[in-house]
């Protein structure tokens, strides 16, 4: 794995664990465990987003990651590439 | 992947006198030129594009019929939620009502559920593109047939919002195409 796929990879994991942590807490609103650990891994995604977006141009459209040299939103290869 | 914002595009302020207007706004839900089957047709199609333009305005308006998907559907909601059995018939919706009470579906304003043949999809960008542009026309002149069905402001308003909006994906659809034809016309030279 390349430096872009293994920190693609990080960014995978910690949305995964945050996508359950999200369906967990959705029935178990009152879980103060679980939600630290939500809170814990959104820090964490938003440090691997961040340095990402910066290295590699957009993760996500309509303004949600910033496209710092250029318009790289379009760049390939796309996910099913 | 993709995520969800917890808001609407653009703000969806409907007043409750005009119900009969759920019925007819049910054509841009599950309807042959409806948001939803805009938003199927885009997402689907931009696998085989030959252009990252297109590949990107695909995926980037087949998310933004998503979030048009979700105003249309507050629509009909904001009308119908409190309806009783009576009020859903006189506004043409007692049949709805006797399937699925006040519950929405993906259908058409007969009742007919949405169906993945009102799309479709060649592999050839030109044909796929050319769809598109026509798809985007015909959801424009629908809204034009449903803003002039109604009087509440609110709805109006919502209505020339996601009118508007066809217009400039039209526009880019049509520069998409654009950029695949030079593109083809190039690699014939090479
Ligand atoms: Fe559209």
Known sequence: ?81 | MWVYEKKLQYPVKVGKCDMRMAKYLYTQYGGPDGELGAAIRYLNQRYTMPTNEAKGLLTDIGTEELAHVEMICTMIYQLTKDATPQQMEEAGLGTNYAIRANALFPADPNGVPWTASYIQAHSDPVTDLTENMAAEQKARAAYENLISMTDDHGMRDALKFLREREVVHFQRFGEALRIVQEYQAAKKIF
Not at chain 1, 17 to 28: G, V
Not at chain 1, 30 to 55: C, G, H, I, P, V
């Open chain 1, 1 to 81: 794995m390349n430096d872009k796929e293994i920190l693609l990879r990080s960014i995978q994991e910690v949305e995964f664990a945050l996508l359950e942590l999200n369906l967990y807490l959705d029935t178990h609103r009152y879980d103060r465990l679980a939600l630290m650990e939500y809170n814990y891994y959104a820090q964490n995604l938003m440090m691997l987003k961040y340095n990402f977006d910066m290295k590699y141009g957009p993760l996500m459209n309509f303004g949600f990651s910033p496209s710092v040299d250029g318009w790289r939103w379009i760049e390939g290869p796309w996910p099913w590439e």
